[in-house]
């Protein structure tokens, strides 16, 4: 919508409801009958004509019985002593002031005037232009960097149709779906692309990736194998060693993490932007491992870490019980899986930290912690607060599905213990 569809749009609105606030304001002011200035009402004709009705009263009264002869002449004296009463001789006449429909004329031109006024002065005028054209930063570049390679994908998706035999062009295809976000797409044409190429390393280590992002990031089961094949062609392939460093820090193989990782930190050069981050990787692998740590994880000696990594691990663990509710247990098989996780309450829906059991161990008592965290470099007790939720996936698989069951509880800070989860919805 353009700003002038803008505009006029906001205008018509608010002149609508101007119309229905002077809808229920000027109708009793303008339809009330004028009165001619000066009219009079005689004050002595009025109460004589109230005189004639009591008067009438009392003769019915008397008529039927209801009054005899005396009450109906004391009642009549009555009503005539407080008539002369009432009615000087020389009544004066009373002149009857009405303001008729001026007041709501004055009212039906001031409410629009006066509600303009105040928008221009307190409103924020430039609001209208620029509201549609200001949008979050992440989201336009997401939008442009989309649009940006659809003519490309498609581009590549027409060559390959015409020769579906370019491992090239299926790799390319991969890495495009990859960018834009789309894993699903990416692995299927990393596998037409690894069934042409099956001997580079790096094909099968990016293949591996996207495979992890369907599953949730979750580099168990399939992803480890392509893994294992690219590291076998290539013992030195820093994203194949870097990913499965990741892996054996997921099934907790903290040890073999540390040694992967240290492995990678021989073959990055020396002022790779990661080695910080790998370094780090390193000693908290050590670190849960129980195993000693260095100060220079290319290899130099330091401290051994003992228990007080364990302790303040410890401190942060959340700990609770899952429960099933009695309506769900019909549909829930023992052999079904049950992936019990913890999520930032805000921002990317990954896990940090996450579980699986099956569900014949329903209920069960949890604990997260850093040992099961998803990533060295985002901990559970880097989180403020975190929501916890049991999922019982029906494929086996960590991403939510339609009938999967699932409960959710939080936001619960880290080191809080009790926290009960009952799982009582199913995916729609």
């Known amino acids: ?130 509201s549609r054209v200001e949008a979050p930063e992440a989201h336009t570049a997401a939008q442009q960097g989309q649009h940006a390679t659809a003519p490309m994908i498609a581009a590549l998706e027409a060559k390959l149709e015409a020769n579906p035999d370019d491992a090239k062009g299926w790799y ?28 580079d390393p790096r094909l099968l280590a990016d293949y591996a990736d996207a495979l992890a992002m369907v599953q949730g990031q979750n580099l168990q089961g399939k992803p480890l194998e392509l893994i294992d094949r690219a590291l076998k062609l290539n013992p030195n392939d820093e994203k194949s060693l870097h990913l499965a460093a990741s892996a054996a820090y997921q099934r907790k193989d903290f040890a073999q993490a540390a040694l992967y990782w240290r492995q990678l930190l021989k073959v990055l050069p020396p002022d790779a932007g990661i080695t910080k981050d790998i370094v780090a990787a390193v000693e908290e692998a050590e670190k849960l491992a129980g195993i000693p740590g260095s100060s220079d994880s290319r290899g130099k000696p330091g401290e051994k870490v003992g228990a007080g990594g364990k302790a303040q691990q410890g401190a942060t663990a959340i700990s609770g019980t899952v429960t099933l509710s009695k309506e769900l247990v019909a549909k829930v098989s023992p052999a079904d899986r049950v992936f019990i996780f913890a999520q930032a309450p805000q921002g990317p829906r990954m896990p940090i930290a996450s579980l699986k059991i099956d569900a014949g161990q329903l209920p069960y008592r949890f604990t997260l912690d850093d040992s099961v965290s998803m990533s060295p470099n985002d901990k559970l007790s880097n989180h403020a607060e975190v929501m916890i939720s049991a999922r019982v996936s029906k494929s086996g698989q960590p991403m939510a599905q339609s ?13 809080q213990q009790g926290v009960a989860i009952v799982i009582d919805t199913v995916v729609p």
Do not use: C, H
């Not at 797409?185 to 001997?199: H, Q």
């Open 403 to 415: 009938g999967d069951l699932q409960g959710k509880t939080g936001p619960v800070k880290p080191g």
């Open 1 to 130: 919508m353009s700003n002038f569809w803008t505009i006029s749009l906001f205008w018509a609105l608010f002149l609508l409801f101007i119309l229905v606030a002077m809808a229920f304001v000027l109708p009793p002011l303008l339809l009330r009958r004028a009165v001619k200035p000066g009219a009079q009402v005689d004050r002595k004709e009025v109460n004589l004509a109230i005189y004639d009705d009591q008067l009438a009263e009392l003769k019915a009264d008397l008529d039927s019985g209801d009054l005899d002869t005396a009450q109906y002449e004391d009642a009549r004296q009555e009503i005539e002593k407080r008539l002369s009463e009432e009615v000087p001789r020389e009544s004066a006449p009373v002149v009857v002031a009405q303001a008729g429909r001026w007041p709501g004329v004055v009212l039906a031109v001031a409410i629009p005037l006066l509600a303009v006024a105040l928008y221009v002065s307190l409103g924020n005028t430039e609001a209208l232009l620029t």
């Open 172 to 199: 390319m295809l991969a890495r495009s779906y990859n960018a834009t976000g789309q894993y699903g797409k990416a692995a299927s044409a990393y596998a037409k692309a690894s069934e042409l190429a099956p001997d």
